[in-house]
């Protein structure tokens, strides 16, 4: 995939990962908007408000982007949130509802907004971006990793909708990386710049694989193929003695 001279919409990128690579993006040449709720503290680039659990909010932002930018050819879309559940509490539920909402359907909905505008374009791409957690649970996070798998199916039913259009479809699948305190819940967290310094090897490669999964999440991805799968998650697992009663 060339990044040099691209307009790239990155809806989640007010910090952490995204922001990392709207600025790997603009520094290759691309011209890059952030999306997100929070789009104060994004210095630099030029931002959109975006709340992918509100359908009116996306297609307001995909027509002020496109009012904008006509040319926009990639689109990233990668809002999460991250929550802690106990399976054994019904009361979970609302954390399940609200990780669904934001990582899977807002990751459903910015696709719609945009995949009219990049087929009429007839080029460009969209990439989604899942998890390590979505092939090998960390069942702290049970609905977390639930919808990132989602993502993952979506993202390669997606890949075979738009086969022939001319846009690209690529899943980015982070492991654990030292943004917004991950470094202190897990200290052997991926530093961001080792991380995006490989994210951008692999998606500059030719032809762009479809998905990017950096040596420290191949572990997690290809866990139930290589055999490690029962005794990674009974590791993960041991997680839950840290919930109260248990």
Same mark, same amino acid.
């Given at each position: ?15 952490? *990962?995204?922001?990392?690579?709207? %600025? ?7 011209? @890059? ?7 104060? +503290? ?9 709340? @992918?659990?509100? $359908? ?13 930018? $006509? ?13 802690? /559940?106990?399976? +054994?509490?019904?009361?979970? *539920? ?5 990780? *669904? ?6 990751? *459903? %909905? ?33 609905? =977390? ?8 199916? =979506?993202? /390669? ?16 699948? $982070? ?7 991950? /470094? ?31 040596? %420290?999440? +191949? ?9 490690? =799968? ?17």
């Amino acid at each position: 995939m060339d990044i040099t001279d691209r307009t790239v919409l990155i809806v989640g990128g007010t910090s952490g *990962i995204g922001l990392g690579l709207a %600025r790997r993006f603009a520094d290759a040449g691309s011209t @890059v908007v952030v999306g997100g709720r929070d789009t104060d +503290r994004v210095e630099g680039l030029e931002t959109v408000t975006v709340d @992918v659990s509100d $359908p009116e909010s996306v297609t307001r932002a995909r027509d002020e982007v496109l009012a904008a930018h $006509p040319d926009l050819d990639l689109v990233v879309t990668m809002s999460g949130v991250m929550l802690l /559940e106990d399976l +054994r509490d019904p009361a979970h *539920i609302a954390q399940t509802e609200t990780t *669904i909402a934001v990582n899977l359907l807002g990751t *459903i %909905r910015v696709v719609d907004a945009f995949t009219p505008h990049l087929i009429a374009l007839g080029h460009g791409d969209v990439m989604t971006v899942t998890s390590g957690i979505a092939f090998l649970p960390f069942p702290l996070m049970a609905s =977390y990793g639930a919808s990132k798998a989602g993502v993952h199916a =979506y993202t /390669e039913a997606l890949r075979a909708h738009l086969a022939g259009t001319g846009v690209g479809v690529t899943e980015l699948v $982070p492991p654990a990386v030292a943004t917004a305190g991950q /470094e202190q819940v897990n200290p052997n967290a991926l530093p961001l710049d080792a991380f995006l310094d490989e994210v951008v090897g692999l998606l500059t490669q030719t032809p762009t694989p479809d998905e990017i999964v950096v040596e %420290r999440a +191949r572990a997690l991805r290809w866990a139930e193929r290589d055999g490690t =799968y029962a005794d990674l998650l009974a590791q993960r697992s041991q997680a839950l003695a840290s919930l109260p009663g248990r």
